[in-house]
């Protein structure tokens, strides 16, 4: 089974603190995601990743930067942490979504409280 | 722009009962809906993934349909159990932005004894 993991379940930092939210698949996904969730508002994505060292932002990239190294780690910065990024943070994976048959594996979330 | 909407918001439901949550889009062109569940403060489960081209998917008590032409899919849960209560969320794969992905945002279930 694919697996997706989030190396943090829950974490609790400091406003203007630099923090470093780190994602890991290991089946060789080209694309990887990272989504902040809040009650009421769903899942919105903050940047998705296609390739090695490719990003693109997301609806809701301020704040917020990624890395992407090496294929299986997409990792997610948060330069200067503030309280409004108190939320739960998502990481996903899948391959290219051309032949309609690849799914979308998430990790277990990484709560993140900002005091 | 594509939009998915999942109705009902709530469901509560006694034990052993069947039942449907929808999702409904209204770009047809996808790739993929895939449905996820999501227990209270942890990461999302997938359920079933329906291709383009499929008309419906099963495992074990669920069952999921796609009806493209009139932007739907829904979720069949047969004989509903206590352990079911969660987030179901629809995502769907398409359009023409790279990896684009549109969620729906959630049906919450609760299944009493």
């Known amino acids: 089974d694919v697996k997706v993991t989030q190396s943090s379940r829950y974490l609790v930092k400091r406003t203007g603190e630099k923090v470093f939210l780190e994602c890991v698949q290991d089946m060789d996904h080209e694309n990887m995601f990272w989504y902040r969730q809040d009650p009421g508002l769903g899942l919105r994505l903050i940047y998705f990743?296609?390739?090695?060292?490719?990003?693109e932002k997301g609806d809701i990239p301020e704040g917020y930067s990624v890395s992407r190294e090496k294929k299986e780690r997409f990792s997610l910065i948060l330069e200067s942490a503030s309280t409004n990024q108190t939320s739960m943070y998502l990481c996903?994976?899948?391959?290219?979504?051309?032949?309609?048959?690849?799914?979308?594996?998430f990790g277990s979330g990484t709560q993140l409280s900002v005091l | 722009k594509q939009e998915v909407t999942q109705i009902p918001a709530a469901l509560s439901v006694p034990e052993g009962e069947n039942l449907v949550l929808n999702c409904s889009f209204t770009?047809?062109?996808?790739?993929?809906l895939q449905w996820f569940r999501q227990d209270p403060g942890k990461g999302l489960t997938s359920l079933l993934l329906?291709?383009?081209?499929?008309r419906e998917q099963t495992s074990g008590r669920l069952n999921a349909s796609l009806d493209k032409s009139s932007g739907r899919s829904t979720l069949y849960i047969a004989a509903s159990q206590p352990g079911d209560s969660a987030t179901y969320l629809c995502i769907l794969a398409g359009g023409t932005s790279y990896g684009k992905l549109t969620f729906g945002q959630g049906t919450i279930l609760t299944v009493h004894p």
């Open positions: 329906i291709q383009s081209s499929q």
């Open positions: 996903a994976s899948s391959p290219p979504t051309f032949r309609g048959s690849e799914k979308l594996f």
């Open positions: 990743s296609y390739d090695v060292k490719m990003k």
């Open positions: 770009d047809s062109a996808i790739y993929n």
